[in-house]
């Protein structure tokens, strides 16, 4: 069974930063795509920001030039770093993985944590 875990939500003024981690757990020999996903109230989950193994990045279009993605394949965990965070980044967002590999072998299943709300107010 694989767990995701994210940390690192909270309150934060128009224009500035935080950042947000995700560790995956279980048996895990190697994850294909991990990344974030967020989702603002009543509107669909979007992606943020994924990253593959082997290392290209994929980005919302809302958030290209202030977000980054980063991953740690040892660990098996994937971070956040926002900036200049706007009001309309305000959302729970959610960390994903994709493609896992581990003892029990290979699963294409998408695995979600449970979120983070993150909050741009002033």
């Known amino acids: 069974q694989v767990h995701l875990v994210e940390s690192g939500g909270g309150v934060v003024q128009p224009g500035g930063s935080l950042r947000l981690s995700c560790v995956a757990s279980?048996?895990?020999?190697?994850?294909?795509?991990m990344g974030w996903y967020r989702q603002a109230p009543g509107k669909e989950r979007e992606l943020v920001a994924v990253?593959?193994?082997?290392?290209?990045?994929n980005y919302g279009d809302s958030v290209k030039g202030r977000f980054t993605v980063s991953r740690d394949n040892d660990k098996n965990t994937v971070s956040l770093q926002m900036n200049n965070l706007k009001p309309e980044d305000t959302a729970v967002y959610y960390c994903?993985?994709?493609?896992?590999?581990?003892?029990?072998?290979?699963?294409?299943?998408?695995?979600w944590g449970k979120g983070t709300l993150v909050t741009v107010s002033s």
């Open positions: 994903n993985a994709v493609g896992v590999t581990t003892a029990e072998g290979f699963s294409n299943i998408n695995y």
């Open positions: 279980g048996s895990i020999f190697s994850v294909n795509v």
């Open positions: 990253e593959t193994r082997v290392g290209p990045r």
